[in-house]
């Protein structure tokens, strides 16, 4: 959605009117002048205010009145008089017409160029239009309900089409009538409807499976995947085919896995699709990683640092050579975290590059690039060559092998800052996996200034958050697991009155009572002390306990803070840390 622009004006009424306090504001107007954003962006992004309480309130501050779409619907019909690009980028509908009166609900009545739009189609029609304001959640739930009768639509013209042109099949085979049915319309359609609806549904994968007997298609959102859709298996032919030629990639091809990208554009969002296409016994599988150009890059706290962790990474990424690394199991969000460090050190004095696989966000003023071991440029000779191009700070993808760590390694003893990831379960782990790499203990000691591990946990619903009840057992396994934890970490929490809460499950997230993901986090300083232990190449455990009398505190009990905390459950917590 674009940048809010409301006046101060609303700020102050909303101070004015109860929906905050002036202690909230004041706080939040010291970060919105840091982050050089308005304030009513960071209470929408933070969800100080629900997107309810937020909408009625914009209606009082406009005049206009409040609807909400919570078990309504609205007819095609009416939908359908405002076209489907213009109320996803206006984000504006229809959703009653008696006569010549049009009543229209809108997101944001502050949005100029949506009231110009409604102006033309007021006088385009002789429409008089009645404005009301409504929340996101009721707007994504009304414009969404199409999917499935342009899907069903979809479905019937394709159907027609097959009786009709069935005759089209050849004896040596059926190329001419897949082709065909691969450029019709009702293919494109559905193909569009699955994109689009996972674009606007903030889901991160879309997956495309073919069974036994037809064709399922589940979105992952906020880590967890849920089917949306359910095709019939004559489409799965056609669906596959259309998705390669979009990609570049061998029609004809299906034996084989294959790789490849394009670029899709909604009304109001570009991206790049990535995707990849796994032969099984039902046919071929596809998975299309959705990798957002026009989202910005999250900052530290946004991304869950806190305590001696964020003090340690900005004491670390201050310095001007050596290695920061961070791991964790795939998706568990270590190149955003990345990408996070580099906007901060991204500076006109500094020459930051990158290597990529892919490149996942675009920052300005940072030269990045992206393997292709295909043609031999992968990672190790992407970091040989870019040694040449007189770096400050450089980023590695990922630390795959011997060669790639050893010369990360080299170029942080040069003077070099150089990011990289690592997969292992740990921040511990990846000091005897790098030795295991042939990495030599001394070289290690020297060079890694700092080592990290997360996972993405989802975060509780603000909309529908309520404390429960906790069991003494419950009870008992937080003071046990939190008793060196030192009282800067904790703050304000004590583990002598544990309280946590959960999602009761709303319209706004799904029914799932989780909405949004951030890290939990462990990270570790190398002291000193720790150098030495890693020259005389002690066990994980030993610098474990040497580095948690530093201050370091573990994943677990991370999550078990931001349990305590209210951001997520330890339910939660429990299913990350055991998978």
Request: proline letters at 4%; hydrophobic letters at 40%.
């Amino acid at each position: 959605m674009a940048e809010t622009k409301i006046s101060d004006n609303f700020e102050v009424f909303l101070v004015e009117h109860g929906f905050i306090t002036q202690a909230l504001y004041e706080k939040i107007k010291e970060q919105a002048q840091k982050e050089n954003v308005p304030v009513i962006n960071i209470l929408a992004s933070q969800k100080l205010l629900s997107d309810e309480a937020l909408a009625q309130a914009r209606g009082a501050f406009f005049n206009i009145p409040y609807v909400s779409f919570k078990d309504k619907k609205v007819p095609q019909v009416i939908l359908d008089l405002v076209p489907k690009e213009t109320y996803r980028f206006y984000r504006f509908f229809a959703f009653e017409k008696n006569g010549q009166n049009l009543k229209v609900a809108i997101t944001d009545p502050s949005n100029l160029q949506a009231l110009e739009a409604l102006e033309f189609l007021s006088k385009k029609n002789g429409y008089n239009i009645q404005l009301f304001i409504t929340d996101e959640a009721s707007f994504s739930e009304i414009t969404n309900e199409e999917t499935s009768a342009v899907v069903g639509e979809a479905l019937a013209d394709l159907k027609a089409k097959e009786q009709k042109e069935s005759k089209a099949k050849t004896p040596q085979g059926e190329e001419p009538y897949l082709q065909n049915l691969v450029e019709d319309a009702p293919i494109s359609k559905i193909v569009d409807v699955i994109i689009t609806n996972a674009i606007d549904g903030n889901a991160s994968d879309i997956h495309i499976e073919p069974t036994e007997k037809d064709l399922r298609v589940r979105y992952r959102v906020d880590g967890i995947l849920r089917t949306v859709m359910v095709l019939p298996g004559n489409v799965i032919g056609a669906i596959v085919s259309k998705i390669k030629i979009m990609s570049n990639l061998k029609i004809d091809e299906s034996r084989l896995p294959q790789d490849g990208r394009f670029h899709y554009e909604t009304a109001t969002r570009q991206v790049d699709m990535r995707v990849s296409i796994l032969p099984n016994i039902n046919g071929e599988k596809i998975v299309m990683r959705i990798l957002d150009k026009s989202v910005k890059v999250p900052t530290l706290n946004d991304l869950g640092f806190r305590g001696k962790s964020l003090e340690w990474t900005l004491q670390n990424i201050k310095k001007t050579h050596g290695v920061f690394l961070i791991t964790g199991p795939t998706g568990s969000g270590k190149s955003t975290t990345l990408y996070a460090l580099l906007s901060m050190l991204n500076t006109p004095k500094v020459n930051i590059i990158t290597l990529e696989d892919p490149v996942e966000y675009f920052i300005d003023g940072v030269n990045q690039s992206q393997i292709n071991p295909d043609i031999g440029f992968t990672f190790a000779s992407g970091l040989r060559s870019i040694l040449r191009q007189d770096p400050n700070i450089i980023m590695v993808g990922e630390v795959r092998d011997k060669e790639t760590a050893e010369l990360a390694v080299q170029a942080a003893l040069t003077g070099h800052l150089v990011f990289s990831t690592l997969h292992t379960n740990d921040a511990i782990g990846a000091l005897p996996r790098l030795m295991d790499m042939g990495v030599e203990p001394f070289l290690l000691a020297a060079s890694v200034n700092a080592i990290g591990a997360q996972r993405l946990v989802r975060k509780i619903c603000q909309n529908c958050k309520q404390e429960i009840k906790v069991v003494a057992e419950v009870k008992a396994k937080f003071k046990e697991d939190l008793k060196g934890v030192s009282k800067e970490e904790l703050g304000d929490l004590s583990t002598d009155d544990i309280h946590l809460y959960a999602g009761k499950g709303c319209d706004k997230c799904g029914n799932t009572g989780y909405k949004g993901r951030i890290a939990i986090l462990e990270l570790f300083d190398i002291t000193a002390h720790i150098q030495e232990m890693i020259l005389k190449r002690s066990s994980p455990q030993e610098i474990l306990e040497e580095a948690q009398k530093s201050g370091m505190i573990t994943l677990q009990q991370d999550g078990m803070i931001k349990a305590m905390m209210g951001i997520t459950t330890y339910e939660e917590i429990i299913r990350v840390i055991s998978e």
